[in-house]
């Protein structure tokens, strides 16, 4: 009798078993699988680079979840001093058409597939060329764009540095000359110029938030004119980056304070400034 009951307990798990590794227990879907593969690759300033970004999407059916593939190229950029890049991107038209700018490598590599990524300092899109004011370093660009895409970006050197934060240090500023004001990170302080007029007469300020397209400016610009007692001068937008002050000045010193780092509340601006 204790041998049957052996027997037949030994047979009921054997078939226990062999059931469980006939019919596997399906696994519960809990969100996608994303794979991420990236390639590295150094673009030097002028360059162009052409590349292709592909994504494919299967069916596991094990554990039963789709499977996101993405394979990315990332390209290095070395900025050997403070300054800004100009970005052209020669797929601006397309509805895709995003370039992410990173300062971590780690971060870029984590987000390659995800639109508008958390980690980026800049979106490049909607429009051809575009500038970024940038610190002086090593930084990495990719196309969001799933396909061939093709970009280059060009640099300048501007220091963002400048003992010109107060009124009493405010630098002279001639008439016609062009300032460019890059203030990457770090270095969102007041910028002041001081300009002299040898007569009375009407001049006319051009302010270029070089972040921004002409048709964008902005009726309340990020720069300020004093006259040489500090009081405070109305300018009024005529058109695109041009701004004038609402009446002829008369002869003397005035003061233009240029107020940084308030581009989208961020620490970033890049300004061009000049008068005549």
């Not at 696994?27 to 590349?51: F, H, P, Q, Y």
């Not at 994504?55 to 593939?69: G, L, Q």
């Not at 987000?111 to 300092?121: A, D, K, S």
């Not at 109305?234 to 000045?249: A, C, T």
Request: hydrophobic fraction near 30%.
């Amino acid at each position: 009798m204790k041998q049957r009951v052996k027997t037949v307990i030994s047979f009921m798990l054997m078939m226990v078993l062999l059931f469980s590794v006939a019919m596997p227990v399906q696994a519960k879907s809990n969100g996608d699988i994303i794979k991420r593969k990236t390639t590295v690759k150094e673009l030097k300033a002028g360059s162009r680079a052409k590349g292709e970004n592909t994504s494919t999407e299967t069916w596991n059916e094990e554990k039963n979840r789709w499977v996101y593939t993405y394979n990315y190229t990332i390209y290095k950029i070395k900025i050997p001093a403070d300054g800004y890049i100009t970005v052209t991107n020669y797929n601006y038209k397309n509805d895709d058409n995003d370039l992410y700018l990173f300062d971590d490598l780690s971060k870029a590599k984590s987000n390659v597939g995800v639109y508008y990524p958390e980690g980026r300092i800049y979106t490049f899109n909607g429009r051809k060329t575009e500038n970024f004011p940038v610190a002086k370093g090593t930084y990495y660009i990719y196309s969001y764009r799933i396909g061939s895409y093709n970009f280059k970006y060009a640099f300048k050197a501007v220091s963002p540095k400048g003992d010109n934060y107060c009124a009493a240090n405010a630098k002279t500023l001639k008439a016609k000359k062009k300032v460019i004001i890059s203030t990457p990170r770090n270095y969102n302080y007041d910028r002041w110029y001081k300009i002299k007029l040898t007569s009375s007469k009407r001049i006319s300020f051009t302010f270029e938030d070089m972040l921004i397209s002409a048709e964008n400016a902005s009726n309340s610009p990020s720069f300020d004119l004093y006259d040489s007692e500090k009081n405070h001068i109305s300018l009024v937008h005529d058109s695109g980056f041009r701004y004038e002050p609402i009446s002829k000045l008369a002869k003397g010193t005035y003061y233009i304070r240029v107020n940084t780092g308030v581009w989208a509340n961020s620490n970033y601006s890049l300004y061009r400034l000049s008068w005549k």
